[in-house]
């Protein structure tokens, strides 16, 4: 085994392979890039080593830097993670230059697999399954076109170089095919540097379901089962799920044979998956009818790989780690069994209901429910990041995945339900209701699983609102009242906004939900508090504050055990049964413009200062353009939110700054 190994990657799967490795007694380097600087993988580490600025292309992707850093501090061998410089064969080969052993397969299979369409031109001749489709190297448009007419539509386009779900292109019929050829070829040279595609039938109703494998360097390969991938957003995964439900015994076993064979084919050594796509003839009652084509393998560790060592009871780390010292594989095939079932969710700052345009900002709450992290447990959590942290926009999107683990598919659910439930962000949209909304649908919760699942399902899935108005409103009071009483400044009534009429106390509040404003009238009668909600008739309010800061709250009819986060007006409501951002209007003061806090100027969202437009002493008017700043590609303008004076700048051009941080010091004009 090695004694120290470099983890050239960032966020949870760094963090997830130092856990290993530290439990093996492995020491580990991390590198970071400048936004990451205190980022949670660097203190994960045994030690630290700077690569660049903030842009991948700056530090994860600087090979030499990475190579150098790992022979500087005597590591042994680099651990690449995914995505970044994990399929990249010339890296491969470079630590092989370098006497760095690279944790993964050799260069020459990385190539192998690297395009789509050479990788299925090899698996043809090792006859392992393909789907309907042109693959060959001959890419005249007229011949293209020809092909997909000989294949019939509808038909995909997909850059042989592509990843990520990009690069491809659905076409329904004839007439449409060359302009689709020519967007995908327009967005493969753009974005993989290569515009070679492949045609393939575009299967319908399909299941994409994966083969995880694993090779030695002693000439042993193994399988551990599926995973099924179905549920997906424009082609690129949401929920994974092992074993894959319904999946009889003959087909896991010609699937993971056809995956080890594709393997073989490429002298593969270490973790590797095998994708699959999956048509079913006989609709979800009739799996055995399942036919499966491979789609392509990636030559890495995966995101979803946690369920399979959820349901094998293995650390692929471990194997990773050890087959990559030149051990033989821990376990044998007959070994392998299958116990329970895994799901894993991932959580993105996105936002559903906007076609999942990925957000930034500042995880001014995270809270997790009870769990484990990097290892297997009922509940698990892989993250890279703790409260407070900024998810910036350099990287991905994911901010955690929640891995459960259950004796059966509906244990599993209902444990993911409950611990997505558990977990409450606030201060940058996330995905996790949504994710909730998934589970909830009879074609997940029935295991009618295809990549289409969330476009069916779309009228149960989107703005949807299960909290509820009334019970935001009666929350968003409660933990009003709740920390009023805990602060013991003054009883309620002598707030500016309560007053008296006809001898009753009654106090009026006003809020902003989903866009529209709403008018909260509470009254303090002789037995208890009445609310009335906007035009709804008044109904008992009543509420428990609880150890550990839940509130259990009756609005009516009504129950939910809640958790209220305050940030600034807006109050992020957890409940039992949905979450929601309610906003309290102060009606008597006058909120400032965006990015004013009081006489404090702060930065709306994480990005880099490019200009100030005022210096140290110079007289401002409300609403004059004070600095810009650059976040996600787009100048945003800070202006002035009142009358005063700048005292000072706290920042110079080009530094990079933190959401909320405060940009310079403006004194309000006195009057
Ligand atoms: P990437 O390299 O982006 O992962 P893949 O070839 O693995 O590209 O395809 C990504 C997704 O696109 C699949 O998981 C599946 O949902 C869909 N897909 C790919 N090929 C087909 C096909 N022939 N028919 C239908 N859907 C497909
Ligand atoms: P008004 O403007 O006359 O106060 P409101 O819109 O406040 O009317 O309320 C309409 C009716 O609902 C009135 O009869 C009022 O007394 C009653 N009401 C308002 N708030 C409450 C409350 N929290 N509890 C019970 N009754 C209420
Ligand atoms: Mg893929």
């Not at 694993?214 to 424009?234: A, K, M, W």
């Not at 989107?462 to 929350?475: E, H, I, N, T, Y």
Request: proline share 5%.
């Amino acid at each position: 085994m090695f004694s120290k190994i470099l983890i050239a990657n960032r966020g949870e799967i760094a963090c997830r392979v130092a856990a290993t490795a530290r439990r093996l007694g492995v020491k580990t380097v991390a590198v970071y890039s400048d936004a990451d600087a205190h980022a949670k993988h660097v203190m994960a580490c045994d030690e630290a080593v700077h690569v660049g600025g903030s842009a991948p292309k700056d530090s994860y992707l600087q090979w030499q830097r990475i190579i150098d850093a790992a022979k500087a501090t005597g590591a042994q061998a680099i651990h690449p993670g995914y995505g970044f410089l994990s399929e990249n064969e010339d890296f491969a080969q470079a630590c092989a230059d370098n006497g760095l052993v690279f944790i993964g397969p050799p260069a020459s299979a990385i190539k192998d697999m690297g395009l789509k369409a050479e990788s299925k031109r090899l698996m043809e001749s090792a006859k392992v399954p393909l789907v309907p489709g042109y693959h060959g190297t001959d890419q005249t448009p007229e011949l293209l076109h020809k092909e997909a007419d000989r294949i019939g539509y509808p038909v995909l386009i997909k850059a042989s170089a592509g990843g990520g779900g990009k690069g491809m292109r659905a076409v329904d019929k004839s007439a449409d095919f060359m302009a689709a050829l020519e967007s995908c070829k327009r967005e493969a040279i753009n974005s993989f540097g290569d515009d070679a595609v492949l045609i393939e039938k575009y299967v319908q109703r399909p299941r994409h379901i994966e083969i995880q494998v694993f090779g030695d360097t002693h000439g042993n390969c193994v399988y551990l089962f599926e995973r099924d991938c179905s549920v997906q957003r424009r082609h690129q995964k949401v929920l994974e799920e092992a074993p894959a439900p319904g999946m009889p015994e003959s087909i896991r076993q010609q699937m993971g044979e056809a995956a080890v064979a594709a393997a073989r084919a490429v002298n593969y050594v270490g973790a590797g998956t095998v994708e699959f796509i999956v048509e079913q003839p006989g609709g979800y009652d009739k799996p055995e009818e399942m036919k499966f084509y491979f789609m392509e393998m990636n030559t890495r560790l995966q995101v979803e790989h946690p369920v399979t060592e959820a349901i094998t009871g293995q650390d692929l780390v471990e194997w990773q780690l050890r087959v990559a010292s030149g051990e033989p594989l821990p376990l044998e095939q007959d070994d392998l069994m299958i116990e329970g079932h895994a799901i894993e969710a991932r959580i993105c700052a996105e936002n559903p209901d906007n076609n999942f345009l990925p957000a930034t900002g500042t995880l001014h709450v995270y809270r997790k429910p009870p769990h484990s992290a990097f290892e297997i447990d009922v509940v698990r959590v892989d993250d890279g990041v703790r409260e407070g942290d900024a998810i910036s926009p350099f990287y991905d999107s994911m901010i955690a995945k929640l891995i459960v683990w259950g004796e059966t598919r509906e244990e599993a659910l209902a444990k993911l339900d409950e611990a997505l439930a558990a977990t409450h962000i606030a201060g940058l949209q996330t995905n996790v209701q949504f994710l909730r909304h998934v589970l909830a649908t009879p074609s997940f919760a029935e295991a009618k699983l295809d990549t289409a699942l969330i476009q069916r399902e779309a009228d149960r899935l989107f703005k949807q609102d299960p909290l509820g108005q009334p019970m935001a409103v009666a929350a968003a009071v409660a933990q009003t009242l709740v920390a009023e009483r805990a602060g013991e400044t003054h009883d309620p009534f002598s707030r500016r906004d309560g007053f008296r009429s006809h001898g009753v106390a009654s106090r009026r509040m006003d809020f902003d939900y989903r866009g529209e404003p709403v008018i909260a009238k509470l009254r303090y009668l002789d037995d208890g508090l009445s609310l009335k909600v906007g035009e709804a008739d008044a109904a008992p309010l009543a509420f428990t504050a609880l150890p550990g800061g839940a509130i259990d709250v009756r609005y009516g009819a009504d129950r939910q055990v809640v958790q209220v986060y305050p940030l600034g007006e807006v109050e992020h409501v957890f409940g039992t049964r949905g979450a929601a951002a309610i906003t309290e209007l102060d009606v008597l003061s006058h909120a400032g413009e965006s990015g004013a806090e009081g006489g404090r100027l702060t930065a709306p969202m994480p990005g880099k200062v490019v200009s100030f437009a005022v210096k140290a002493g110079d007289k401002v008017s409300k609403g004059q353009p004070l600095a810009v700043m650059e976040a996600m590609k787009m100048e945003h303008t800070i202006a002035a939110p009142q009358d005063g004076v700048v005292e000072e700048l706290l920042f110079v051009p080009g530094d990079q700054v933190m959401d909320g941080d405060e940009l310079l010091r403006l004194v309000a004009a006195a009057g």
